[in-house]
C-alpha cells in the first residue's frame, strides 16, 4: 500500500497535477470507492450476528458513534480552537472491518467478543460515512457542486427519504428475482441463468445510481438482502479498490503530511474506543469482552476515503488522517499484545457453560433453493 501513495505522489509530481480533488471525475471516483467499500461490509455481515446483538449494536452505532465523535472532536478542539476539526474527528469514528476480519482470522477474540465486534465494524461504517457527508456539507457548503442535498435540516431529510425509497424498490426488484428463481428453477437450465443475469445487471444498476446520487445509505442498507454470488469477485474488488484509493491519496497528498495532528487525532480516536466501550459494556454479561472491545479500535479503508471525499472542502484532511490510521493502528497492536502477555485469551463463556457458542451463519446463496 505504501508504494500506491508513492507511485500516486510521483505521478502527480510528474505531471503537474493540482486540483483533482475539485474535479467531478474525483469525486465520483471517490464516492464510488466508498460505496463499494460499505457494500462490501454490510454485505459480509451474518444476519444471525445482527439478530444476536441486535441491541448491543444499535447502542454502538448509534450512541457509542456520537459518544466517540465528541470525545475526539473535544480533544481536538481543546488544542485547536478549530471546529472545521469535527469533520476529522467523524472520519476517524470509525472501527474498520477488514482490519477486525484479519484479526478474527488469527483467532485472538472469543466468539461472543468476535461477533459483536464484527457487526459493530460494518454498521458503524455506513453511519459515520454518512454523518462525514452531512457534517461537511454543513461546515462547508457542498464542496463539488454536485451534491444533492444542501447543508441544512431539510435537505438531510431529503437525501434520507430517498435513501429508504431506494433500498425500498431495491428489496421488492429481489423479491421479485427471487420469486422468478423458483419458478425458473422448475423449467429449464437457460431460464435460471438468465434470471441469475438479470439479478447481477440489477444490482450493478442499483449501486451505480446509489453511487451518483450519493446515496449511500441505500447501497448499505442494501447489502444486507441483496446478495448475488459475487463473494470472491467483492472481495477482489476490494483489494484493488484499497490500491486505487491509496494511489488517490498519492495524488492530493500535495500538501504533505501533518504528523503531529495526526498523531493527536489517531490517539484521540484510539481512547475515545476505550472509554466508549467501557461504558456500553457495563453490564454484567460483557465483563469478559470488555477489555478486547475497549483495545479494538483499527482504522483504514474507509477513513482514508472519507478523508479524500472530503478533500476539496477541508484541504489537508488527507495530510492529517493518513498518520492518524497509523497512529491508531499501531496503538492497537502494542495494547493487544501487551493485554495479550497479561490476560491471554481464554474461550468465551458461552462455550464454558455448556451452550453452544455463536457461529457466522455460512456464506447464503445468492437466491433461496425452491420449496422442495
Not at 477488514?98 to 458503524?124: E, G, I, Y
Amino acid at each position: 500500500m505504501p508504494a500506491a501513495v508513492a507511485v500516486g505522489a510521483a505521478a502527480a509530481a510528474i505531471l503537474h497535477l493540482t486540483g483533482l480533488e475539485r474535479s467531478r471525475t474525483y469525486s465520483l471516483l471517490v464516492t464510488a470507492l466508498l460505496g463499494l467499500g460499505l457494500y462490501a461490509s454490510t454485505r459480509s455481515i451474518a444476519l444471525t450476528e445482527f439478530r444476536n446483538r441486535v441491541t448491543m449494536i444499535a447502542l454502538a452505532v448509534t450512541v457509542g458513534v456520537v459518544a466517540k465523535i465528541a470525545i475526539i472532536f473535544g480533544v481536538m478542539y481543546l488544542c485547536f480552537r478549530k471546529p472545521d476539526h469535527l469533520v476529522l474527528a467523524v472520519a476517524m469514528a470509525q472501527i474498520d472491518p477488514l482490519a477486525v476480519a484479519a484479526v478474527r482470522a488469527r483467532q485472538r477474540l472469543s466468539p461472543r467478543t468476535n461477533s459483536l465486534l464484527s457487526a459493530w465494524a460494518s454498521f458503524d461504517d455506513p453511519v459515520t460515512a454518512l454523518l462525514t457527508i452531512y457534517v461537511t456539507a454543513f461546515l462547508f457548503g457542498s464542496g463539488d457542486g454536485r451534491s444533492s442535498f444542501g447543508a441544512g435540516f431539510t435537505a438531510f431529510a431529503q437525501n434520507l427519504f430517498w435513501n429508504l425509497v431506494l433500498a425500498a424498490a431495491g428489496y421488492l426488484v429481489w423479491r421479485g428475482l427471487c420469486a422468478a428463481r423458483r419458478v425458473a428453477w422448475r423449467h429449464r437450465r437457460t431460464a435460471l441463468t438468465a434470471v441469475r443475469a438479470v439479478a447481477v445487471l440489477a444490482t450493478v444498476v442499483v449501486g451505480l445510481a446509489t453511487v451518483y446520487f450519493s446515496l449511500l445509505l441505500a447501497l448499505a442498507l442494501l447489502g444486507l438482502f441483496v446478495r448475488p454470488s459475487l463473494g470472491r469477485l467483492v472481495d477482489g474488488t476490494v483489494r484493488w479498490a484499497m490500491v486505487v484509493a491509496m494511489f488517490a491519496v498519492g495524488l492530493v497528498l500535495v500538501g504533505g503530511v501533518k504528523p503531529l495532528t495526526g498523531v493527536l487525532l489517531g490517539t484521540a480516536a484510539y481512547c475515545a474506543q476505550a472509554l466508549t466501550a467501557l461504558v456500553l459494556t457495563m453490564p454484567r454479561s460483557w465483563r469478559h469482552s470488555r477489555a478486547r472491545l475497549m483495545l479494538a479500535q483499527q482504522n483504514g479503508m474507509t477513513a482514508i476515503l472519507l478523508a479524500l471525499l472530503v478533500e476539496p472542502a477541508f484541504p489537508g484532511a488527507i495530510g492529517v488522517v493518513v498518520p492518524a490510521i497509523v497512529t491508531a493502528n499501531t496503538l492497537h497492536a502494542l495494547c493487544n499484545a501487551m493485554w495479550d502477555r497479561f490476560d491471554p485469551p481464554k474461550p468465551d463463556l458461552e462455550t464454558s457453560g455448556g451452550v453452544t457458542p455463536f457461529r457466522r451463519s455460512p456464506t447464503r446463496s445468492p437466491l433461496p433453493e425452491p420449496d422442495r
